[in-house]
């Protein structure tokens, strides 16, 4: 197996930097605050010829008063236990801490595990002759850098790799790993939906809001399918938004949507869908992403929502329910809506089915010859509208197969001022109705009669 190389130490002391730095990609959110990580952040990375993975953790002896120290020890102690080789960062500028000499004392304890002091934030030379006070610490190896500015990282990464055997690059999993955006607002969920579905606390869940900071990782197999899922920070409405912090996290909560295969929109049960969800709703239909809809926490709708609702029984309740939740997220009508529960584990196996599902249809191309029969039965159903006494003609519809993520469909007309997005819906709605395209958006390519011959081959 490839080395672990755990990143530990007090907070805000620059460990996030030094693994974006090693990285050499933005991966965890950097903020000069303390307790910006929580939970773990990996990634799998190659140095001169030697593979290894990164683990990001949060800062150990954080009180920041929100009840998730003992969360983030035991995340920040998981990372120590399966690391083969341990960076402790402290900070040149402030000096030795007390409790730098508390988390080394920890860590001398460690058996088999190679130790480096890294004195981040050395920037000087006045810095760097400050350092020297960390040899108090017991251990050897000290490495003076600057995770910011990039200095002294080649002589800690050649000490690093001194022992590490030279190999193949991890392989790009990007092409087979099926990468699943969880969005939504705070607190509804969606760190303990993975957490159920990998049977372990792999993210730390908390009843308060925000618990999730950064976009993390999370890799699943099931049935020898490879999944991703990212974990993101709940998106709050813009005037709730109290910092940069909470900016940043938003942002990336909108990045990881645009790079993902599958969007994943949770809503709570008992709160129902908010302006949030619509303009959650909103970037996942911008980004042409396939979703899954799952309203969570279904098992704590009491009897009496059944009875305010003037449903009879749970089926018809659940089938109102979905009606609303369809009127609210119209952005996204091609979207299943399941009914799940983390704390019961009810609906999971329905979720992984129809993630399973999604991944097949989103890359089918469809057969041309009943696509476009289909196109010509909606075309005599309903004619176009006529546009300054020009009728829109279709010639035919062809599905394009290379270069997409979608399904994706290319259309030839005789002008293209004549395509309009009414009569698109309405050709999706007869596309839809013959195949099964659920959970998938439907893209469109109009081409005029000028920009390609007119047979089905162009």
């Known amino acids: 197996m490839s080395p672990i190389v755990a990143i530990v130490g007090r907070p805000n002391v620059g460990k996030s930097a030094l693994f974006n730095r090693i990285a050499r990609k933005q991966i965890s959110l950097v903020y000069d605050f303390p307790g910006v990580t929580r939970d773990r952040v990996s990634h799998d990375c190659v140095w001169q010829g030697h593979p290894f993975t990164l683990v990001d953790t949060g800062g150990i002896g954080l009180e920041d008063q929100s009840g998730f120290e003992e969360a983030i020890q035991r995340e920040v ?64 190896k000290v490495f003076p850098i600057s995770a910011a500015h990039g200095l002294g990282m080649d002589e800690l990464m050649s000490a690093l790799a001194e022992n590490w055997t030279a190999g193949e690059a991890p392989p790009d999993r990007s092409e087979t790993q099926f990468r699943v955006a969880m969005v939504g607002r705070p607190n509804v969920g969606k760190s303990s939906l993975i957490n159920a579905l990998l049977k372990e606390d792999r ?130 009508s091609y979207a299943p809506v399941l009914f799940i529960s983390a704390e019961s584990g009810k609906g999971l196996e329905l979720w992984l089915q129809a993630m399973k599902k999604i991944r097949a249809l989103k890359l089918q191309a469809l057969p041309t010859g009943i696509l476009n029969r289909v196109i010509q039965k909606a075309l005599s159903l309903q004619n176009p509208a006529s546009n300054l006494g020009k009728s829109m003609k279709i010639y035919y519809v062809s ?45 469109w390519v109009v081409k005029g009669k000028s920009e390609a011959q007119m047979s089905p081959q162009s």
């Open 203 to 332: 993210v730390i869940v908390s009843p308060i809001a925000g618990t999730t900071r950064d976009a993390v990782d999370v890799e699943f197999t099931h049935y020898g399918q490879s999944y991703c899922f990212v974990d993101t920070a709940g998106m709050r409405k813009k005037g709730r938004i109290k910092d940069e912090l909470e900016q940043a996290m938003t942002g990336r909560t909108a990045h990881t949507i645009n790079r993902s295969h599958l969007c994943v929109l949770v809503v709570d049960a008992l709160q129902g869908v908010s302006v949030q969800e619509k303009k959650i709703a909103g970037l996942i239909q911008d980004a042409a992403k396939p979703c899954v809809i799952l309203v969570n926490k279904w098992d704590l709708v009491s009897k009496e929502a059944l009875k305010q609702a003037k449903a009879t029984n749970d089926q018809e309740f659940r089938k109102e329910y979905e009606e609303a939740v369809r009127r609210e997220l119209f952005f996204v």
């Open 399 to 443: 599905p394009k197969k290379e270069g997409v993520e979608i399904p994706t469909l290319v259309a030839f007309i005789n002008d293209k001022k004549l395509w309009t997005p009414d009569y698109q819906r309405y050709l999706e709605r007869q596309v839809r109705a013959e195949f099964d395209l659920e959970g998938c958006p439907l893209q």
């Open 77 to 140: 102690d998981i990372a120590m236990e399966t690391a083969s080789d341990i960076l402790l960062v402290v900070d040149g500028r402030d000096g030795l801490n007390p409790l730098d000499a508390a988390v080394a004392s920890k860590l001398r304890r460690a058996q088999k595990k190679r130790i480096f002091l890294v004195v981040n934030k050395v920037d000087s030379g006045k810095q760097a002759d400050a350092a020297s006070e960390f040899y108090r610490l017991g251990f050897s």
